[in-house]
């Protein structure tokens, strides 16, 4: 046991969800009250309170939501080419307001994440350990991406081959399925 608490973070459509299911499936448990599909809470101070010793919360865009990590935490950001990002959040806002987001909103949506990534990434640098994890090169080499997991958290006793199994098959271009998104 251990009283570390993990946050994996990035911005929205970033893959948290696919690093969530990895550390699940390599033996970290979710913080309790987490969607047990996707790791989330509603709401980032709903994740930050569930925070328990030995799990994991996503809590998304930390700093613009006020809930950054302290002593007794570790970090994980997910990062992603911001091109497919903001292609992933423009097709995201289209199928839940029933209405086309132009290319002038995309574009808005990723100069802000360019904008936005480099302080949100110092914010959890200063105040805990922090691994940066690339969206496509887990995509590309989801082993690679587990053995780092599992070297940073290594009180975790992580399950490498497990976590690199929950990765499926697909492109970093690909935009996700929003089946489960649309269902609630």
């Excluded at 950001?77 to 995309?106: G, I, N």
Aim: hydrophobic share 40%; glycine share 8%.
């Amino acid at each position: 046991m251990t009283d570390r608490r993990v946050m994996v973070s990035g911005f929205g459509r970033c893959g948290s969800t696919m690093l969530m299911h990895m550390l699940r499936a390599g033996g970290l448990p979710f913080a309790d009250g987490a969607d047990p599909h996707s790791g989330e809470h509603p709401g980032a101070a709903g994740a930050h309170a569930a925070a328990a010793p030995g799990r994991v919360v996503k809590i998304l865009d930390p700093l613009g939501s006020g809930h950054l990590p302290g002593p007794g935490w570790q970090a994980i950001w997910l990062d992603r080419d911001p091109r497919w990002q903001a292609e992933s959040m423009r097709k995201f806002l289209s199928a839940l307001s029933r209405s086309r987001v132009s290319v002038r909103e995309t574009r808005a949506l990723r100069t802000s994440l360019e904008r936005d990534r480099d302080p949100a990434v110092a914010a959890l640098r200063a105040t805990c350990p922090l691994l940066v994890v690339s969206y496509d090169d887990t995509l590309r080499d989801p082993p690679l991406t587990a053995r780092s997991l599992a070297s940073f958290l290594p009180w975790a006793g992580l399950d490498v081959a497990a976590m690199a199994g929950a990765v499926h098959d697909r492109s970093p271009r690909t935009l996700p399925d929003l089946a489960f998104e649309m269902s609630a």
